[in-house]
């Protein structure tokens, strides 16, 4: 099985901590005084991913395009949305009747990695690209508590939240990356 998401323990390593260092120096991402580890295990998700840091600290399969946790509102509950490249359906690919010569493109790849079309690859070529929506609940059983405030062992309560979340949202995605790939 694919993993789909994975903790570069050994570029962290390399580069003193970064991952602990980044949480120390961004410590108003979070939000204190919550019995649930909900929003804390958010906040440090987001830390440890891409646009706040990369490289991420967490890693992901080159077809995840992104991958956020969100403290779901009626429950206080936590889930995932993770969106990943897809083919086109079944029903697009069996007959071109819908192409009309007009060159469509779907996802392009630059140095293995998906990436969205230029501005200017939208002003000459149209494009239809699609992606899956995964929304899903992850178990809260194995978070760490939220610490009591900015002085209590975060950088380690974060590496956990993080680690619990790779691993649960690993196990959510991965068959469905392997079913894609198959």
Known sequence: MAKAFWIDQE??????????????KNLEEFEWGDIAPVRFACAAWRLATPPSLTPGYVRWDRRILEATCHRNTWDGTLYARV?????????????????RDRGWLGWQETFGQYVEPSQQDLARIPFLRASLLVEAPVPLEDLPPEPEGPHDEVEQSAHRAVTVLARELNALVSPVLDQLGA
Not at 83 to 99: M, N
């Open 11 to 24: 570029f962290d390593r390399d580069r003193d901590g970064r991952y602990a260092v980044h949480v120390r």
């Open 83 to 99: 969106r990943l490249v897809s083919p086109l359906p079944e029903e697009l690919t069996r007959s071109r009747a819908w192409w």
